[in-house]
């Protein structure tokens, strides 16, 4: 990756295993799906996101799975409610996330079992 993909990965690695606080905006009181995605995008490129992941979707562009680059944004329907858990895409059909409360911030894969059928595809705001 180049780029803002490149300052997104570093500070997406550089979050791994933290923790899962619902409604959290920081690593130290623990980050949320949507609240580690705004606090990377702001610190690594200093686009602003709302804390919330329906929001950033709205205005987020749909691109292709083909087009997918690292530092993208993949969606999914947890919840039974649209763009209801989110995380970073990092190449190689992985994403970053922050899965729920007792959990850590890790790494996933797209085909997973349980993400695969929820998968409601990927968003930039990183490119026109």
């Known amino acids: ?73 993949v969606f999914f329907n947890t919840m039974n409610r649209p763009f209801s858990h989110m995380g970073i895409f990092i190449g190689d059909g992985k994403f970053v996330h922050a899965p729920r409360t007792n959990s850590t911030i890790r790494v996933a894969r797209l085909d997973n079992v349980y993400f695969a059928p929820r998968y409601q595809g990927a968003r930039t705001v990183l490119r026109a």
């Open 1 to 73: 990756p180049t780029g803002n993909g490149r300052e997104i990965l570093l500070y997406t690695i550089g979050l791994l295993d933290g923790g899962y606080q619902f409604g959290g905006s920081n690593p130290e009181a623990g980050l949320d799906c949507s609240g580690m995605v705004s606090y990377i995008y702001q610190n690594a490129v200093g686009i602003r996101l709302p804390h919330n992941a329906a929001q950033i979707a709205n205005i987020a562009r749909p691109i292709s799975d083909s087009q997918m680059q690292v530092g993208d944004l």
